[in-house]
């Protein structure tokens, strides 16, 4: 046995493909198909130079009071110099301490929700 012989491998190398197993017809990608808006080209995508909002336009429909404005405005202030997009509700109590709210009152009921029998009986 001489030493210019390899052991066998492991792996099958196949063959190249040959020219005639290619493709013969035409790519999908450059048929011309009309389409109700051209939404491949992001020439529109780039010309805002603007990034989304991050308040939620829909619900820009309703005028909003001072408070809430300033909570926005605070909320938003304060994902951008964390770079938090989802602040935890820990957070979120911390931005309206910032604010200076503090828990002066008794709870009341959550708005939506009927009022506990506990409390409606005080009321």
């Not at 709870?107 to 005080?122: Q, V």
């Amino acid at each position: 046995m001489s030493n210019d012989q390899t052991p066998p491998s492991e792996f099958v190398v196949p063959p190249p493909p040959r020219g005639d197993e290619r493709r013969k017809h035409n790519d999908r990608r450059q048929r011309s198909i009309p389409v109700a808006v051209e939404r491949r080209s992001g020439k529109d995508r780039r010309q805002l130079g603007e990034r989304r909002r991050q308040v939620d336009p829909t619900t820009c429909e309703r005028d909003y009071s001072d408070e809430e404005i300033a909570f926005m405005k605070a909320m938003d202030l304060y994902k951008r110099a964390n770079r938090r997009p989802f602040p935890t509700w820990s957070e979120v109590l911390e931005v309206l301490r910032a604010l200076g709210y503090r828990r002066v009152a008794e709870a009341t009921a959550l708005p939506g929700l009927p009022i506990p029998p506990a409390l409606r009986d005080e009321a």
